[in-house]
């Protein structure tokens, strides 16, 4: 009996060390009470008020800092620790220490920090003035610059295990030295319970990795560190790290930052053998810088996955930095236990090619087997140039959190009753989608309230690593990337209102800081402009990454529109680039960030520091090719050696060889094009690549290839939504009118119109109203202006004028709204269009208020021609000739550009003032070799000027040849038509068809 009675004490022993462990044990109340107290760090935010020269401002550098004195507070001095960039909470407790680290470090290879305390930094404003006040602790040290080891160095300097400075600063505070302890032989927690986190790391879930740093932490403050323990910690930081990327805030950098500390605080206290290289390896490699990774993976003295049967995750490691997609790929189509690792590296490789088909096939992959990657839709949603892969990944995202997060959050141990209460039912919940419109919860109702039940434990939560209120933050903020995703992805294509959308979004969010962002898309109207920017006036956007470049870029120009006399750029007002795969592929212009704004050398200097980070990435072949600076053949054909399977890059080449064809007009550069768009197309069919080889069959003037290619592509098993289908339906529309074949073009244009694009309505307008189809063409352009008032309700209006037929009462009404709406305009193209409205309604006044407003902005031939003839109606032909000394000091700028050199010698015929009508004949005959896009506005002003040198049948006969370019400028087109309305009540006949194919109706 005595036996079975030791048995069971043994048992309930062992019982009792794994849920202390693992299980629901260590409740915050049952943990020990010998803390010296907890400190609160808070964050001064990038961009830095008070600056230094020469300073830089890196979202990484600075948490690397902070990281490191709160793991020596946490590890080498018993403190607990709470973040202000992991959004945790100021605890219900009286021995709370609010300190900020701040720090600067500069192109001298300076860094300098600073340590503050102070009992009322109680917001960020407070946090932002203290640079220049007296800390309680500062060093200034040396530091290595180079994107190749910056983070390495720092990282071994603050793993707490070396970094004395750190030590000191705490001393400092006036905290005592801890007591050394005596050395015990080292404990360990139970096998099952490591066995059981090792598990747990396999899953790509961000709050199953939360729960393994909670764990692990108080397994360290248990059993003291060990390797393993620190491994464990550090890749469970790591993967926090890569699985909310997408959070708009910094805390992703704050557990990369932990990540890479802890693992070099182990390998620096233990044994660096091949564990502990491995554990390096794996860190440095889903941080992000592959180079690092690979240089540790180099000391190995194995790297075959089989000699490390214990640790699976060792096979994902060389693929994921060999850059090797197709492995990783057969790795995720597998069904063992590292399958979902695999998915998702593979994906953030993938990411990088922006492949439509590669992101729809990985869309449906996730929603299937791993759901809770919600990166993936994040991506997905705001990257992806497909509409349909867009809306689908927005519109999943909260029913994956809403049916995920409750089965995910169950298992945590120590969950406070409230939120075990809320987990009970994790069953798939009923919603309807993407928010609920009748009265069911929402999809995120039930996130919020977990979301609200752990920032109430966290006032008492006595964890010393980790709180609560950090995965609270977590959930947050996954709901408003997820809302913010579906907001901007619902105003693509669409111009409905979304007042319910974003009530019900802010509903479920609560007082998020980004709140206004959100509340913004209610305002949808452009004569609600005024309204929006006055709530997003003062707005402060800080730590801003590349997930919040919209936000971000709408703000800046709020800010330009209501203090222009105090805005000023700011490079520092930018997204943070971190030195990683995810910093320049998700916040640099290498992944469309702001690419349109830099410079070639900019993009030059990325393209080289991506090589640097990672090294064995095939886009680093495509970026050579991108943005070299005018390669000849011999370069090109030498990329075309190195490249297998980038589609893009293909492309690019092909893109390269169209311009030497048009340099100097060799077809062997047609051939080469041909051939690279070909491959392109070979490995990925896209409708794009169909353009590009139609493109060249039309510089080569064969119409039929060109025709072919294109039904082609309409014929293949080429999967979309149709959008993809419609370009290539309305590239056919185009050329078949180019060429004459107006009837032919109409049963394409219909199909462009079938999708309710934008463009596809214009088109099929526009086909119907040059096969004089009235009704047919007014049907459709109305629809077009009634569909997208922002940014086309003009244009039926337009279109009436233009015509000289339709209901032009109430398509002026939708006309004047819009352009009452135009109080700011920002633009020289709106000003111009504003300007032209001005002329139609024949306010010649306002006009030329508009066109010098213009002219002022930007230097344009246009704005100077309308100027010239409004100032000779009045009389002023001095005006009028300075006007044309102006303007031609600016195309003499551009002596190699076709349409400058038309601009100079158009001029000549207006200073003249009564040139011969020969002298226009050849004029116009020069203006038809332009592209076509150009014509319209030469033509309109050549008419404007025989008209007013008393040429009125010649003028109405340019009028008529600028009015058949109304699908290319239907600005000039409107006004050439209303100059032949005025003249004859229509500006065609009805039986005027410009089909010149001879095929009958």
Request: charged fraction near 25%; charge should be negative.
């Amino acid at each position: 009996m005595r036996c079975i009675y030791r048995i069971l004490v043994l048992i309930l022993a062992c019982w009792n060390v794994w849920v202390a462990t693992r299980g629901h044990a260590a409740a915050p109340q049952d943990q020990a009470s010998d803390s010296p107290g907890i400190i609160f760090l808070h964050t001064e935010r990038i961009p830095y008020k008070h600056r230094v020269p020469d300073d830089y401002q890196y979202l990484m550098m600075r948490e690397l800092a902070r990281q490191g004195f709160l793991l020596t507070a946490h590890l080498d001095f018993g403190f607990s620790i709470r973040d202000e960039t992991l959004g945790e909470n100021i605890p219900n407790n009286s021995n709370v220490m609010h300190l900020a680290l701040t720090e600067r470090a500069n192109s001298k290879r300076e860094w300098q920090m600073k340590l503050f305390r102070s009992e009322e930094m109680l917001d960020s404003e407070q946090v932002a003035e203290l640079w220049p006040r007296e800390p309680v602790w500062t060093d200034t040290f040396e530091y290595l610059t180079g994107v190749d080891e910056l983070y390495d160095f720092a990282a071994n300097v603050f793993d707490c295990a070396s970094f004395d400075e750190f030590r000191t600063a705490i001393l400092a505070l006036g905290v005592e030295e801890p007591p050394k302890s005596e050395a015990l032989e080292p404990l360990a927690p139970a096998a099952d319970a490591v066995a059981a986190w090792n598990s747990d790391l396999l899953r790509v879930d961000f709050v199953t990795q939360y729960g393994v740093v909670r764990e692990v932490h108080q397994a360290i403050e248990t059993y003291g560190e060990s390797a393993e323990l620190l491994g464990i910690l550090s890749r469970a930081y790591a993967n926090l790290s890569l699985l909310t990327d997408h959070h708009a805030n910094a805390s992703s950098r704050a557990f990369a930052a932990r990540a890479l500390i802890l693992s070099a605080r182990s390998a620096r206290t233990f044994t660096n053998d091949d564990t502990q290289r491995l554990n390096q390896v794996y860190v440095w490699a889903i941080i992000g810088h592959h180079a690092i990774a690979l240089q540790r993976q180099s000391l190995l003295v194995s790297v075959e996955p089989a000699d490390f049967s214990d640790r699976p995750w060792v096979a994902l490691l060389t693929p994921y930095l060999q850059g090797d997609l197709t492995s990783l790929r057969q790795l995720g189509n597998g069904q063992d236990e590292i399958s979902p690792w695999a998915f998702r590296l593979w994906f953030e490789l993938a990411k990088g090619y922006r492949y439509e088909t590669w992101m729809r096939e990985s869309l449906e992959h996730v929603s299937q087997h791993v759901p809770t990657a919600y990166g993936t839709y994040a991506m997905l949603a705001s990257r992806v140039r497909r509409l349909g892969i867009k809306r689908q990944a927005s519109y999943l995202a909260p029913g994956a959190l809403a049916k995920e997060l409750p089965a995910s959050v169950k298992p945590l141990s120590g969950l406070p009753e409230a939120v075990l209460l809320e987990c009970r039912d994790a069953a798939k919940p009923k919603f309807a989608w993407p928010f609920n419109w009748g009265n069911e919860p929402s999809p995120s109702a039930r996130p919020k309230r977990l979301r609200d039940g752990l920032y109430d434990a966290s006032l008492a939560d006595t964890h010393r690593g980790i709180s609560w209120s950090a995965l609270a933050f977590l959930i947050e903020e996954e709901q408003f990337a997820q809302s913010y995703n579906t907001l901007l992805v619902a105003t693509d294509a669409v111009e409905t209102s979304l007042s319910d959308l974003v009530r019900t979004a802010l509903r479920d969010l609560g007082d998020h800081r980004y709140a206004d962002w959100l509340r913004s898309y209610r305002y949808r109207a452009r004569d609600r402009d005024q309204e929006e920017m006055e709530l997003l006036h003062g707005l402060q956007v800080s730590d801003i990454r590349g997930n919040m470049w919209h936000m971000w870029m709408t703000v800046r120009h709020v800010e330009r529109q209501m203090d222009p006399s105090h805005w000023k750029p700011d490079r520092w007002f930018a997204p943070c680039i971190d030195f990683t795969l995810q910093g320049y592929i998700d916040n640099s212009a290498l992944g469309g960030i702001g690419s349109r704004n830099e410079t070639a050398e900019t993009m030059r200097h990325l393209a080289h520091t991506f090589r640097t980070i990672v090294p064995n990435s095939a886009l680093n072949v495509r970026f050579d090719i991108q943005y070299a600076e005018s390669p000849d053949v011999s370069q090109l054909l030498s990329w075309e050696k190195q490249l297998q399977e980038d589609a893009t890059a293909f492309k690019m080449l092909g893109v390269h060889h169209l311009r030497l064809h048009t340099q100097t007009g060799e077809d062997s550069y047609l051939d080469h094009a041909l051939r690279c768009f070909t491959k392109s197309q070979n490995i990925l069919l896209e409708s794009e690549t169909a353009h590009l080889i139609a493109s060249v069959h039309l510089a080569r003037e064969d119409y039929d290839q060109w025709e072919a290619t294109l039904v082609d592509f309409l014929d293949s098993d080429y999967q979309d939504s149709g959008i993809a289908r419609a370009t290539i339906s309305k590239a056919l529309a185009s050329g078949l009118a180019d060429q004459g074949k107006w009837y032919e073009a109409k049963p394409h244009a219909l199909d462009a119109a079938s999708t309710y694009s934008a463009w596809g309505l214009r088109t099929a307008s526009a086909i119907a109203e040059g096969l004089t189809e009235w009704a047919e063409s007014e049907m459709w352009i109305r629809q077009l202006s009634q569909s997208y008032p922002s940014s086309s309700a003009h244009r039926w209006y337009y279109w009436c004028v233009r015509t000289g037929r339709g209901d032009q009462a109430n398509a002026k009404q939708l006309a004047d709204k819009f352009f009452s709406a135009q109080k700011n305009v920002p633009n020289a193209n709106g000003l111009r269009s504003l300007a032209i409205y001005r002329i139609i309604e024949g306010d010649l006044e306002a006009a030329t208020q508009l066109l010098k407003q213009e002219w002022e902005l930007e230097k344009r031939l246009g704005a100077a021609l309308f100027l010239t003839h409004l100032a000779r109606a009045r009389g002023d032909d001095q005006a009028a000739v300075e006007l044309l000394n102006q303007i031609e000091n600016v195309l003499k700028l551009h002596p190699g550009d076709k349409v400058a050199q038309e601009g100079l010698e158009t001029i000549k015929l207006f200073r003249k003032g009564d040139a011969p009508r020969e002298d226009f004949a050849t004029r116009v005959n020069s203006v038809l070799e332009l592209p076509r896009a150009n014509r319209c506005s030469y033509l309109y002003h050549l008419g404007r000027q025989l008209e007013e040198q008393g040429e009125e049948a010649e003028a109405v006969r340019l009028f008529q040849m600028a009015l058949d370019y109304f699908r290319e400028d239907h600005n000039y087109s409107t006004l050439a038509g209303a100059e032949l309305c005025e003249r004859f009540g229509t500006s065609r006949k009805d039986d005027d068809t410009l089909d010149t194919s001879g095929r009958n109706r």
